[in-house]
């Protein structure tokens, strides 16, 4: 790690610069981290785990054609990812009322949108990524028109697809936050998904018992966070079923 250049470093993942032009390693961390940073934790075996879905949710996606910045998984922590620029929000799909949406609306945690809400932050910690109107995303030149209805058109299917394969295993897809940017070929510009997609990013809810699997049980101390996720990773095949997690170093399959 002390050979490469670093990038940018978040709250839960570092970027160094790529081995190739218009590459980057991203490096996923243990940290785990809640209201805008203030409650923070070190969770061993989430870095790994998190690389590892992120991976299973990237690859999903390219193979529905739904482009994203990933290239490969180069080990446990790491992946090559495109470099691309990254447009400054947090793009927000609620299929049930959840969190910060509840408290705003006044409506009860579980209940089903009439239709998939899509929602606009920008990305800020110094603001707590406030909730934005499309119309500020024009008019202060973060996307054009056509660029947001292309985001919108993009979160919808990341919807889908997500919605379906946690259906599958028994987890309900609650809501979720995406990033994308733009990759550039000459005149010829076109979004992609990037960051990342795991349970750091997503509300999951186990369906029948309504158990939750996502960073929600760090924010309420819930349980155990690696537990929580290593459950998602089991149930989507990223990991063997009898393995357990005593000892915060899950085993993933390559």
Known sequence: ??????????????????????????????DATAFNAEKKAVIDGKGVLNNRLSEYFMVGLEQIGVPTHFLKRLNMREQLIRRVEIIPLEVIVRNFAAGSFSKRMGIEEGTPMPRPIVEFSYKDDSLGDPLVPEEYVIAFGWASQQELDDIVALALRVNDFLS????????????????????????????VVADEISPDSCRLWDIETGRKLDKDVFRQDLGDLADAY??????????????????????LIN
Request: without cysteine.
């Open 164 to 191: 379906g394969v946690m259906y599958g295993v028994g987890i309900k897809l609650v809501d979720f936050k995406i990033e994308l940017g733009r990759v550039y070929d000459g005149d010829f510009m076109r979004l």
């Open 1 to 30: 790690m002390a050979r490469r250049t670093k990038i940018y470093e978040g709250k839960a993942k570092t970027l160094y610069e790529g081995p190739e032009p218009d590459t980057l390693v991203q490096y996923f961390k243990d």
């Open 230 to 251: 290593t459950e998602v990773a089991t149930r989507l095949g990223v990991m063997p079923s009898n393995v357990t997690h005593p000892s915060g170093k899950p085993t």
